[in-house]
């Protein structure tokens, strides 16, 4: 009996509780789990993955698409990804004014004496968000 054939392409559907943000034939995705970035390719083991604050990516032949998501879940298949997430920002969607504004306040409240540890998370994720938007911003003025 043959084995059946690897799927040449992978279907990633990338959702936020506003709006579809994409639903695409893709050669490769990279994800930003909560334990390290991976990268998933076409046959990939199925896998239920949390994911954090970080910079996704997805390729389909020489292009590459920049996402900036916080938090979430992906769920991987042999032929397809599902990334439901809190948000996500196409790097041409980005407001880089208003990341770096948030980059200037996370910082500023990092210098607070005496913070709760509750505050300080909540913080430290802002920081994460805005460097992670300011990030990919900047990926779409390198293409240029």
Do not use: N
Not at 42 to 58: C, D, I, K, M, S
Request: net charge positive; with cysteine.
């Amino acid at each position: 009996m043959a084995l059946p054939a690897l799927p040449t392409h992978l279907t990633l559907e990338l959702v936020t509780p506003d709006h579809a943000v994409a639903h695409e034939q893709v050669d490769e995705i990279q994800l930003p789990g909560v334990k390290g970035y991976f990268g998933v390719l076409p046959g990939h083991t199925p896998l239920l993955a949390v994911l954090g604050v970080g910079q996704l990516w997805y390729r389909r032949g020489p292009d590459k698409t920049f996402v900036a998501i916080h938090t979430g879940l992906a769920e991987v298949l042999p032929d397809r990804v599902t990334v439901l997430c809190r948000s996500a920002e196409r790097a041409d969607e980005i407001d880089v004014a208003r990341a770096e504004a948030a980059k200037q306040r996370a910082e500023a409240e990092l210098k607070k004496p005496q913070m709760k540890p509750e505050d300080f998370e909540r913080v430290r994720i802002a920081l994460m968000r805005s460097l992670t938007r300011l990030q990919v911003a900047s990926r779409t003025r390198m293409r240029g």
